[in-house]
């Protein structure tokens, strides 16, 4: 079995559960997914992100720090005896020259084991125990950090209705006015998921967005909204809530990650580039505040 089906499986077996694995659908414990760590604090990316949550919840983990074996011995301590090993990602590739053709570049993918802080011995107290604090919203209590984040991506952004959507054409976001939602976390859960669209316009990334509900560009374009707001949830400290209209995706995801056992890496690099879009708009409000 390939590295790419060992996670689209697993993925897979989450979603035919009823379980969209980037979102936590119940309450206690933390209120949020935080971003997996490395020893130096770094955030895993990407497809990792999910791959590090998956096993974080299946295996009832509580710390979010993942180590490479060696890491842990270099900080002296030790995996523990009949600890299992969970599987990172990144892509590797090398050169194929031809007679008579320019050489081109093959990607491909490799994969280390890294293990939870909570099965290895010896670290230091920070690494253990990482869970993100809860986070509890007022109904009407607006999120500073989210507000501030929304403001500088330059999006227009349209209150009004009872609809969430992004319109390509007119290019803008439209969301129901903030009291309409539930949560304050509902709101910026959606509002990410739409500014995700927006990245996507052909004069930004330049994703293919499909035609109608159902159309295979279409559902996949939903899965890389729904990626992209559970990584920016997690980057800011909002709670992920599922939105119920949703859920009639699940079965379209399911039959493209059968069909492609690629595309949940696929999906998981244009929302993270996605979402790089987005913090680099930030950064860049930030730098135009200073000058």
């Known amino acids: 079995m390939s590295k790419y089906e060992v996670l689209t499986n697993r993925i897979i077996a989450a979603l035919e559960q009823g379980v969209r694995p980037w979102q936590k659908e119940w309450n206690g414990g933390t209120s949020a997914f935080a971003r997996p760590l490395r020893s130096d604090g770094t955030p895993y990316r990407g497809v990792n992100t999910l791959n590090l949550w998956l096993a974080k919840e299946e295996r009832g983990f509580k710390s979010d720090y993942w180590f490479t074996y060696k890491k842990a011995q270099e900080l002296g301590a030790q995996v523990k005896k009949g600890a299992k090993s969970e599987s990172a990602f990144y892509v590797s590739s090398f050169k194929v020259e031809e007679q008579g053709t320019d ?6 993918l490799k994969a280390y084991a890294v293990f939870n802080a909570d099965e290895i011995e010896g670290l230091a107290a920070k690494f253990y125990g990482s869970e993100a604090p809860i ?3 007022a109904h009407n209590t607006r999120h500073e950090a989210a507000e501030a984040f929304i403001a500088a991506t330059g999006a227009e952004v349209r209150h ?3 609809r ?3 319109t390509p ?7 129901p006015h903030f009291e309409s939602f539930f949560t304050a976390e509902g709101y910026y859960s959606t509002a990410f998921h739409e500014l995700a669209h927006w990245t996507g316009a052909e004069k930004r990334l330049n994703r293919t967005k499909g035609k109608f509900f159902g159309d295979s560009n279409y559902a996949f374009e939903e899965l890389v909204a729904e990626l992209s707001a559970a990584y920016l949830c997690a980057d800011l400290g909002v709670t992920n809530i599922p939105r119920d209209d949703h859920a009639a995706y699940i079965n379209h995801w399911i039959k493209c990650l059968k069909d492609d056992e690629r595309a949940i890496f696929k999906a998981a690099s244009l929302a993270e580039k996605a979402v790089g879009y987005l913090h680099g708009q930030e950064q860049e409000e930030q730098v135009a505040q200073a000058a």
């Open 164 to 166: 969430a959507f992004y």
């Open 135 to 137: 986070l509890t919203v």
């Open 103 to 108: 050489a081109r570049t093959v990607p491909f």
């Open 169 to 175: 054409k007119a290019d803008f976001v439209q969301l």
């Open 160 to 162: 009004g209705g009872d």
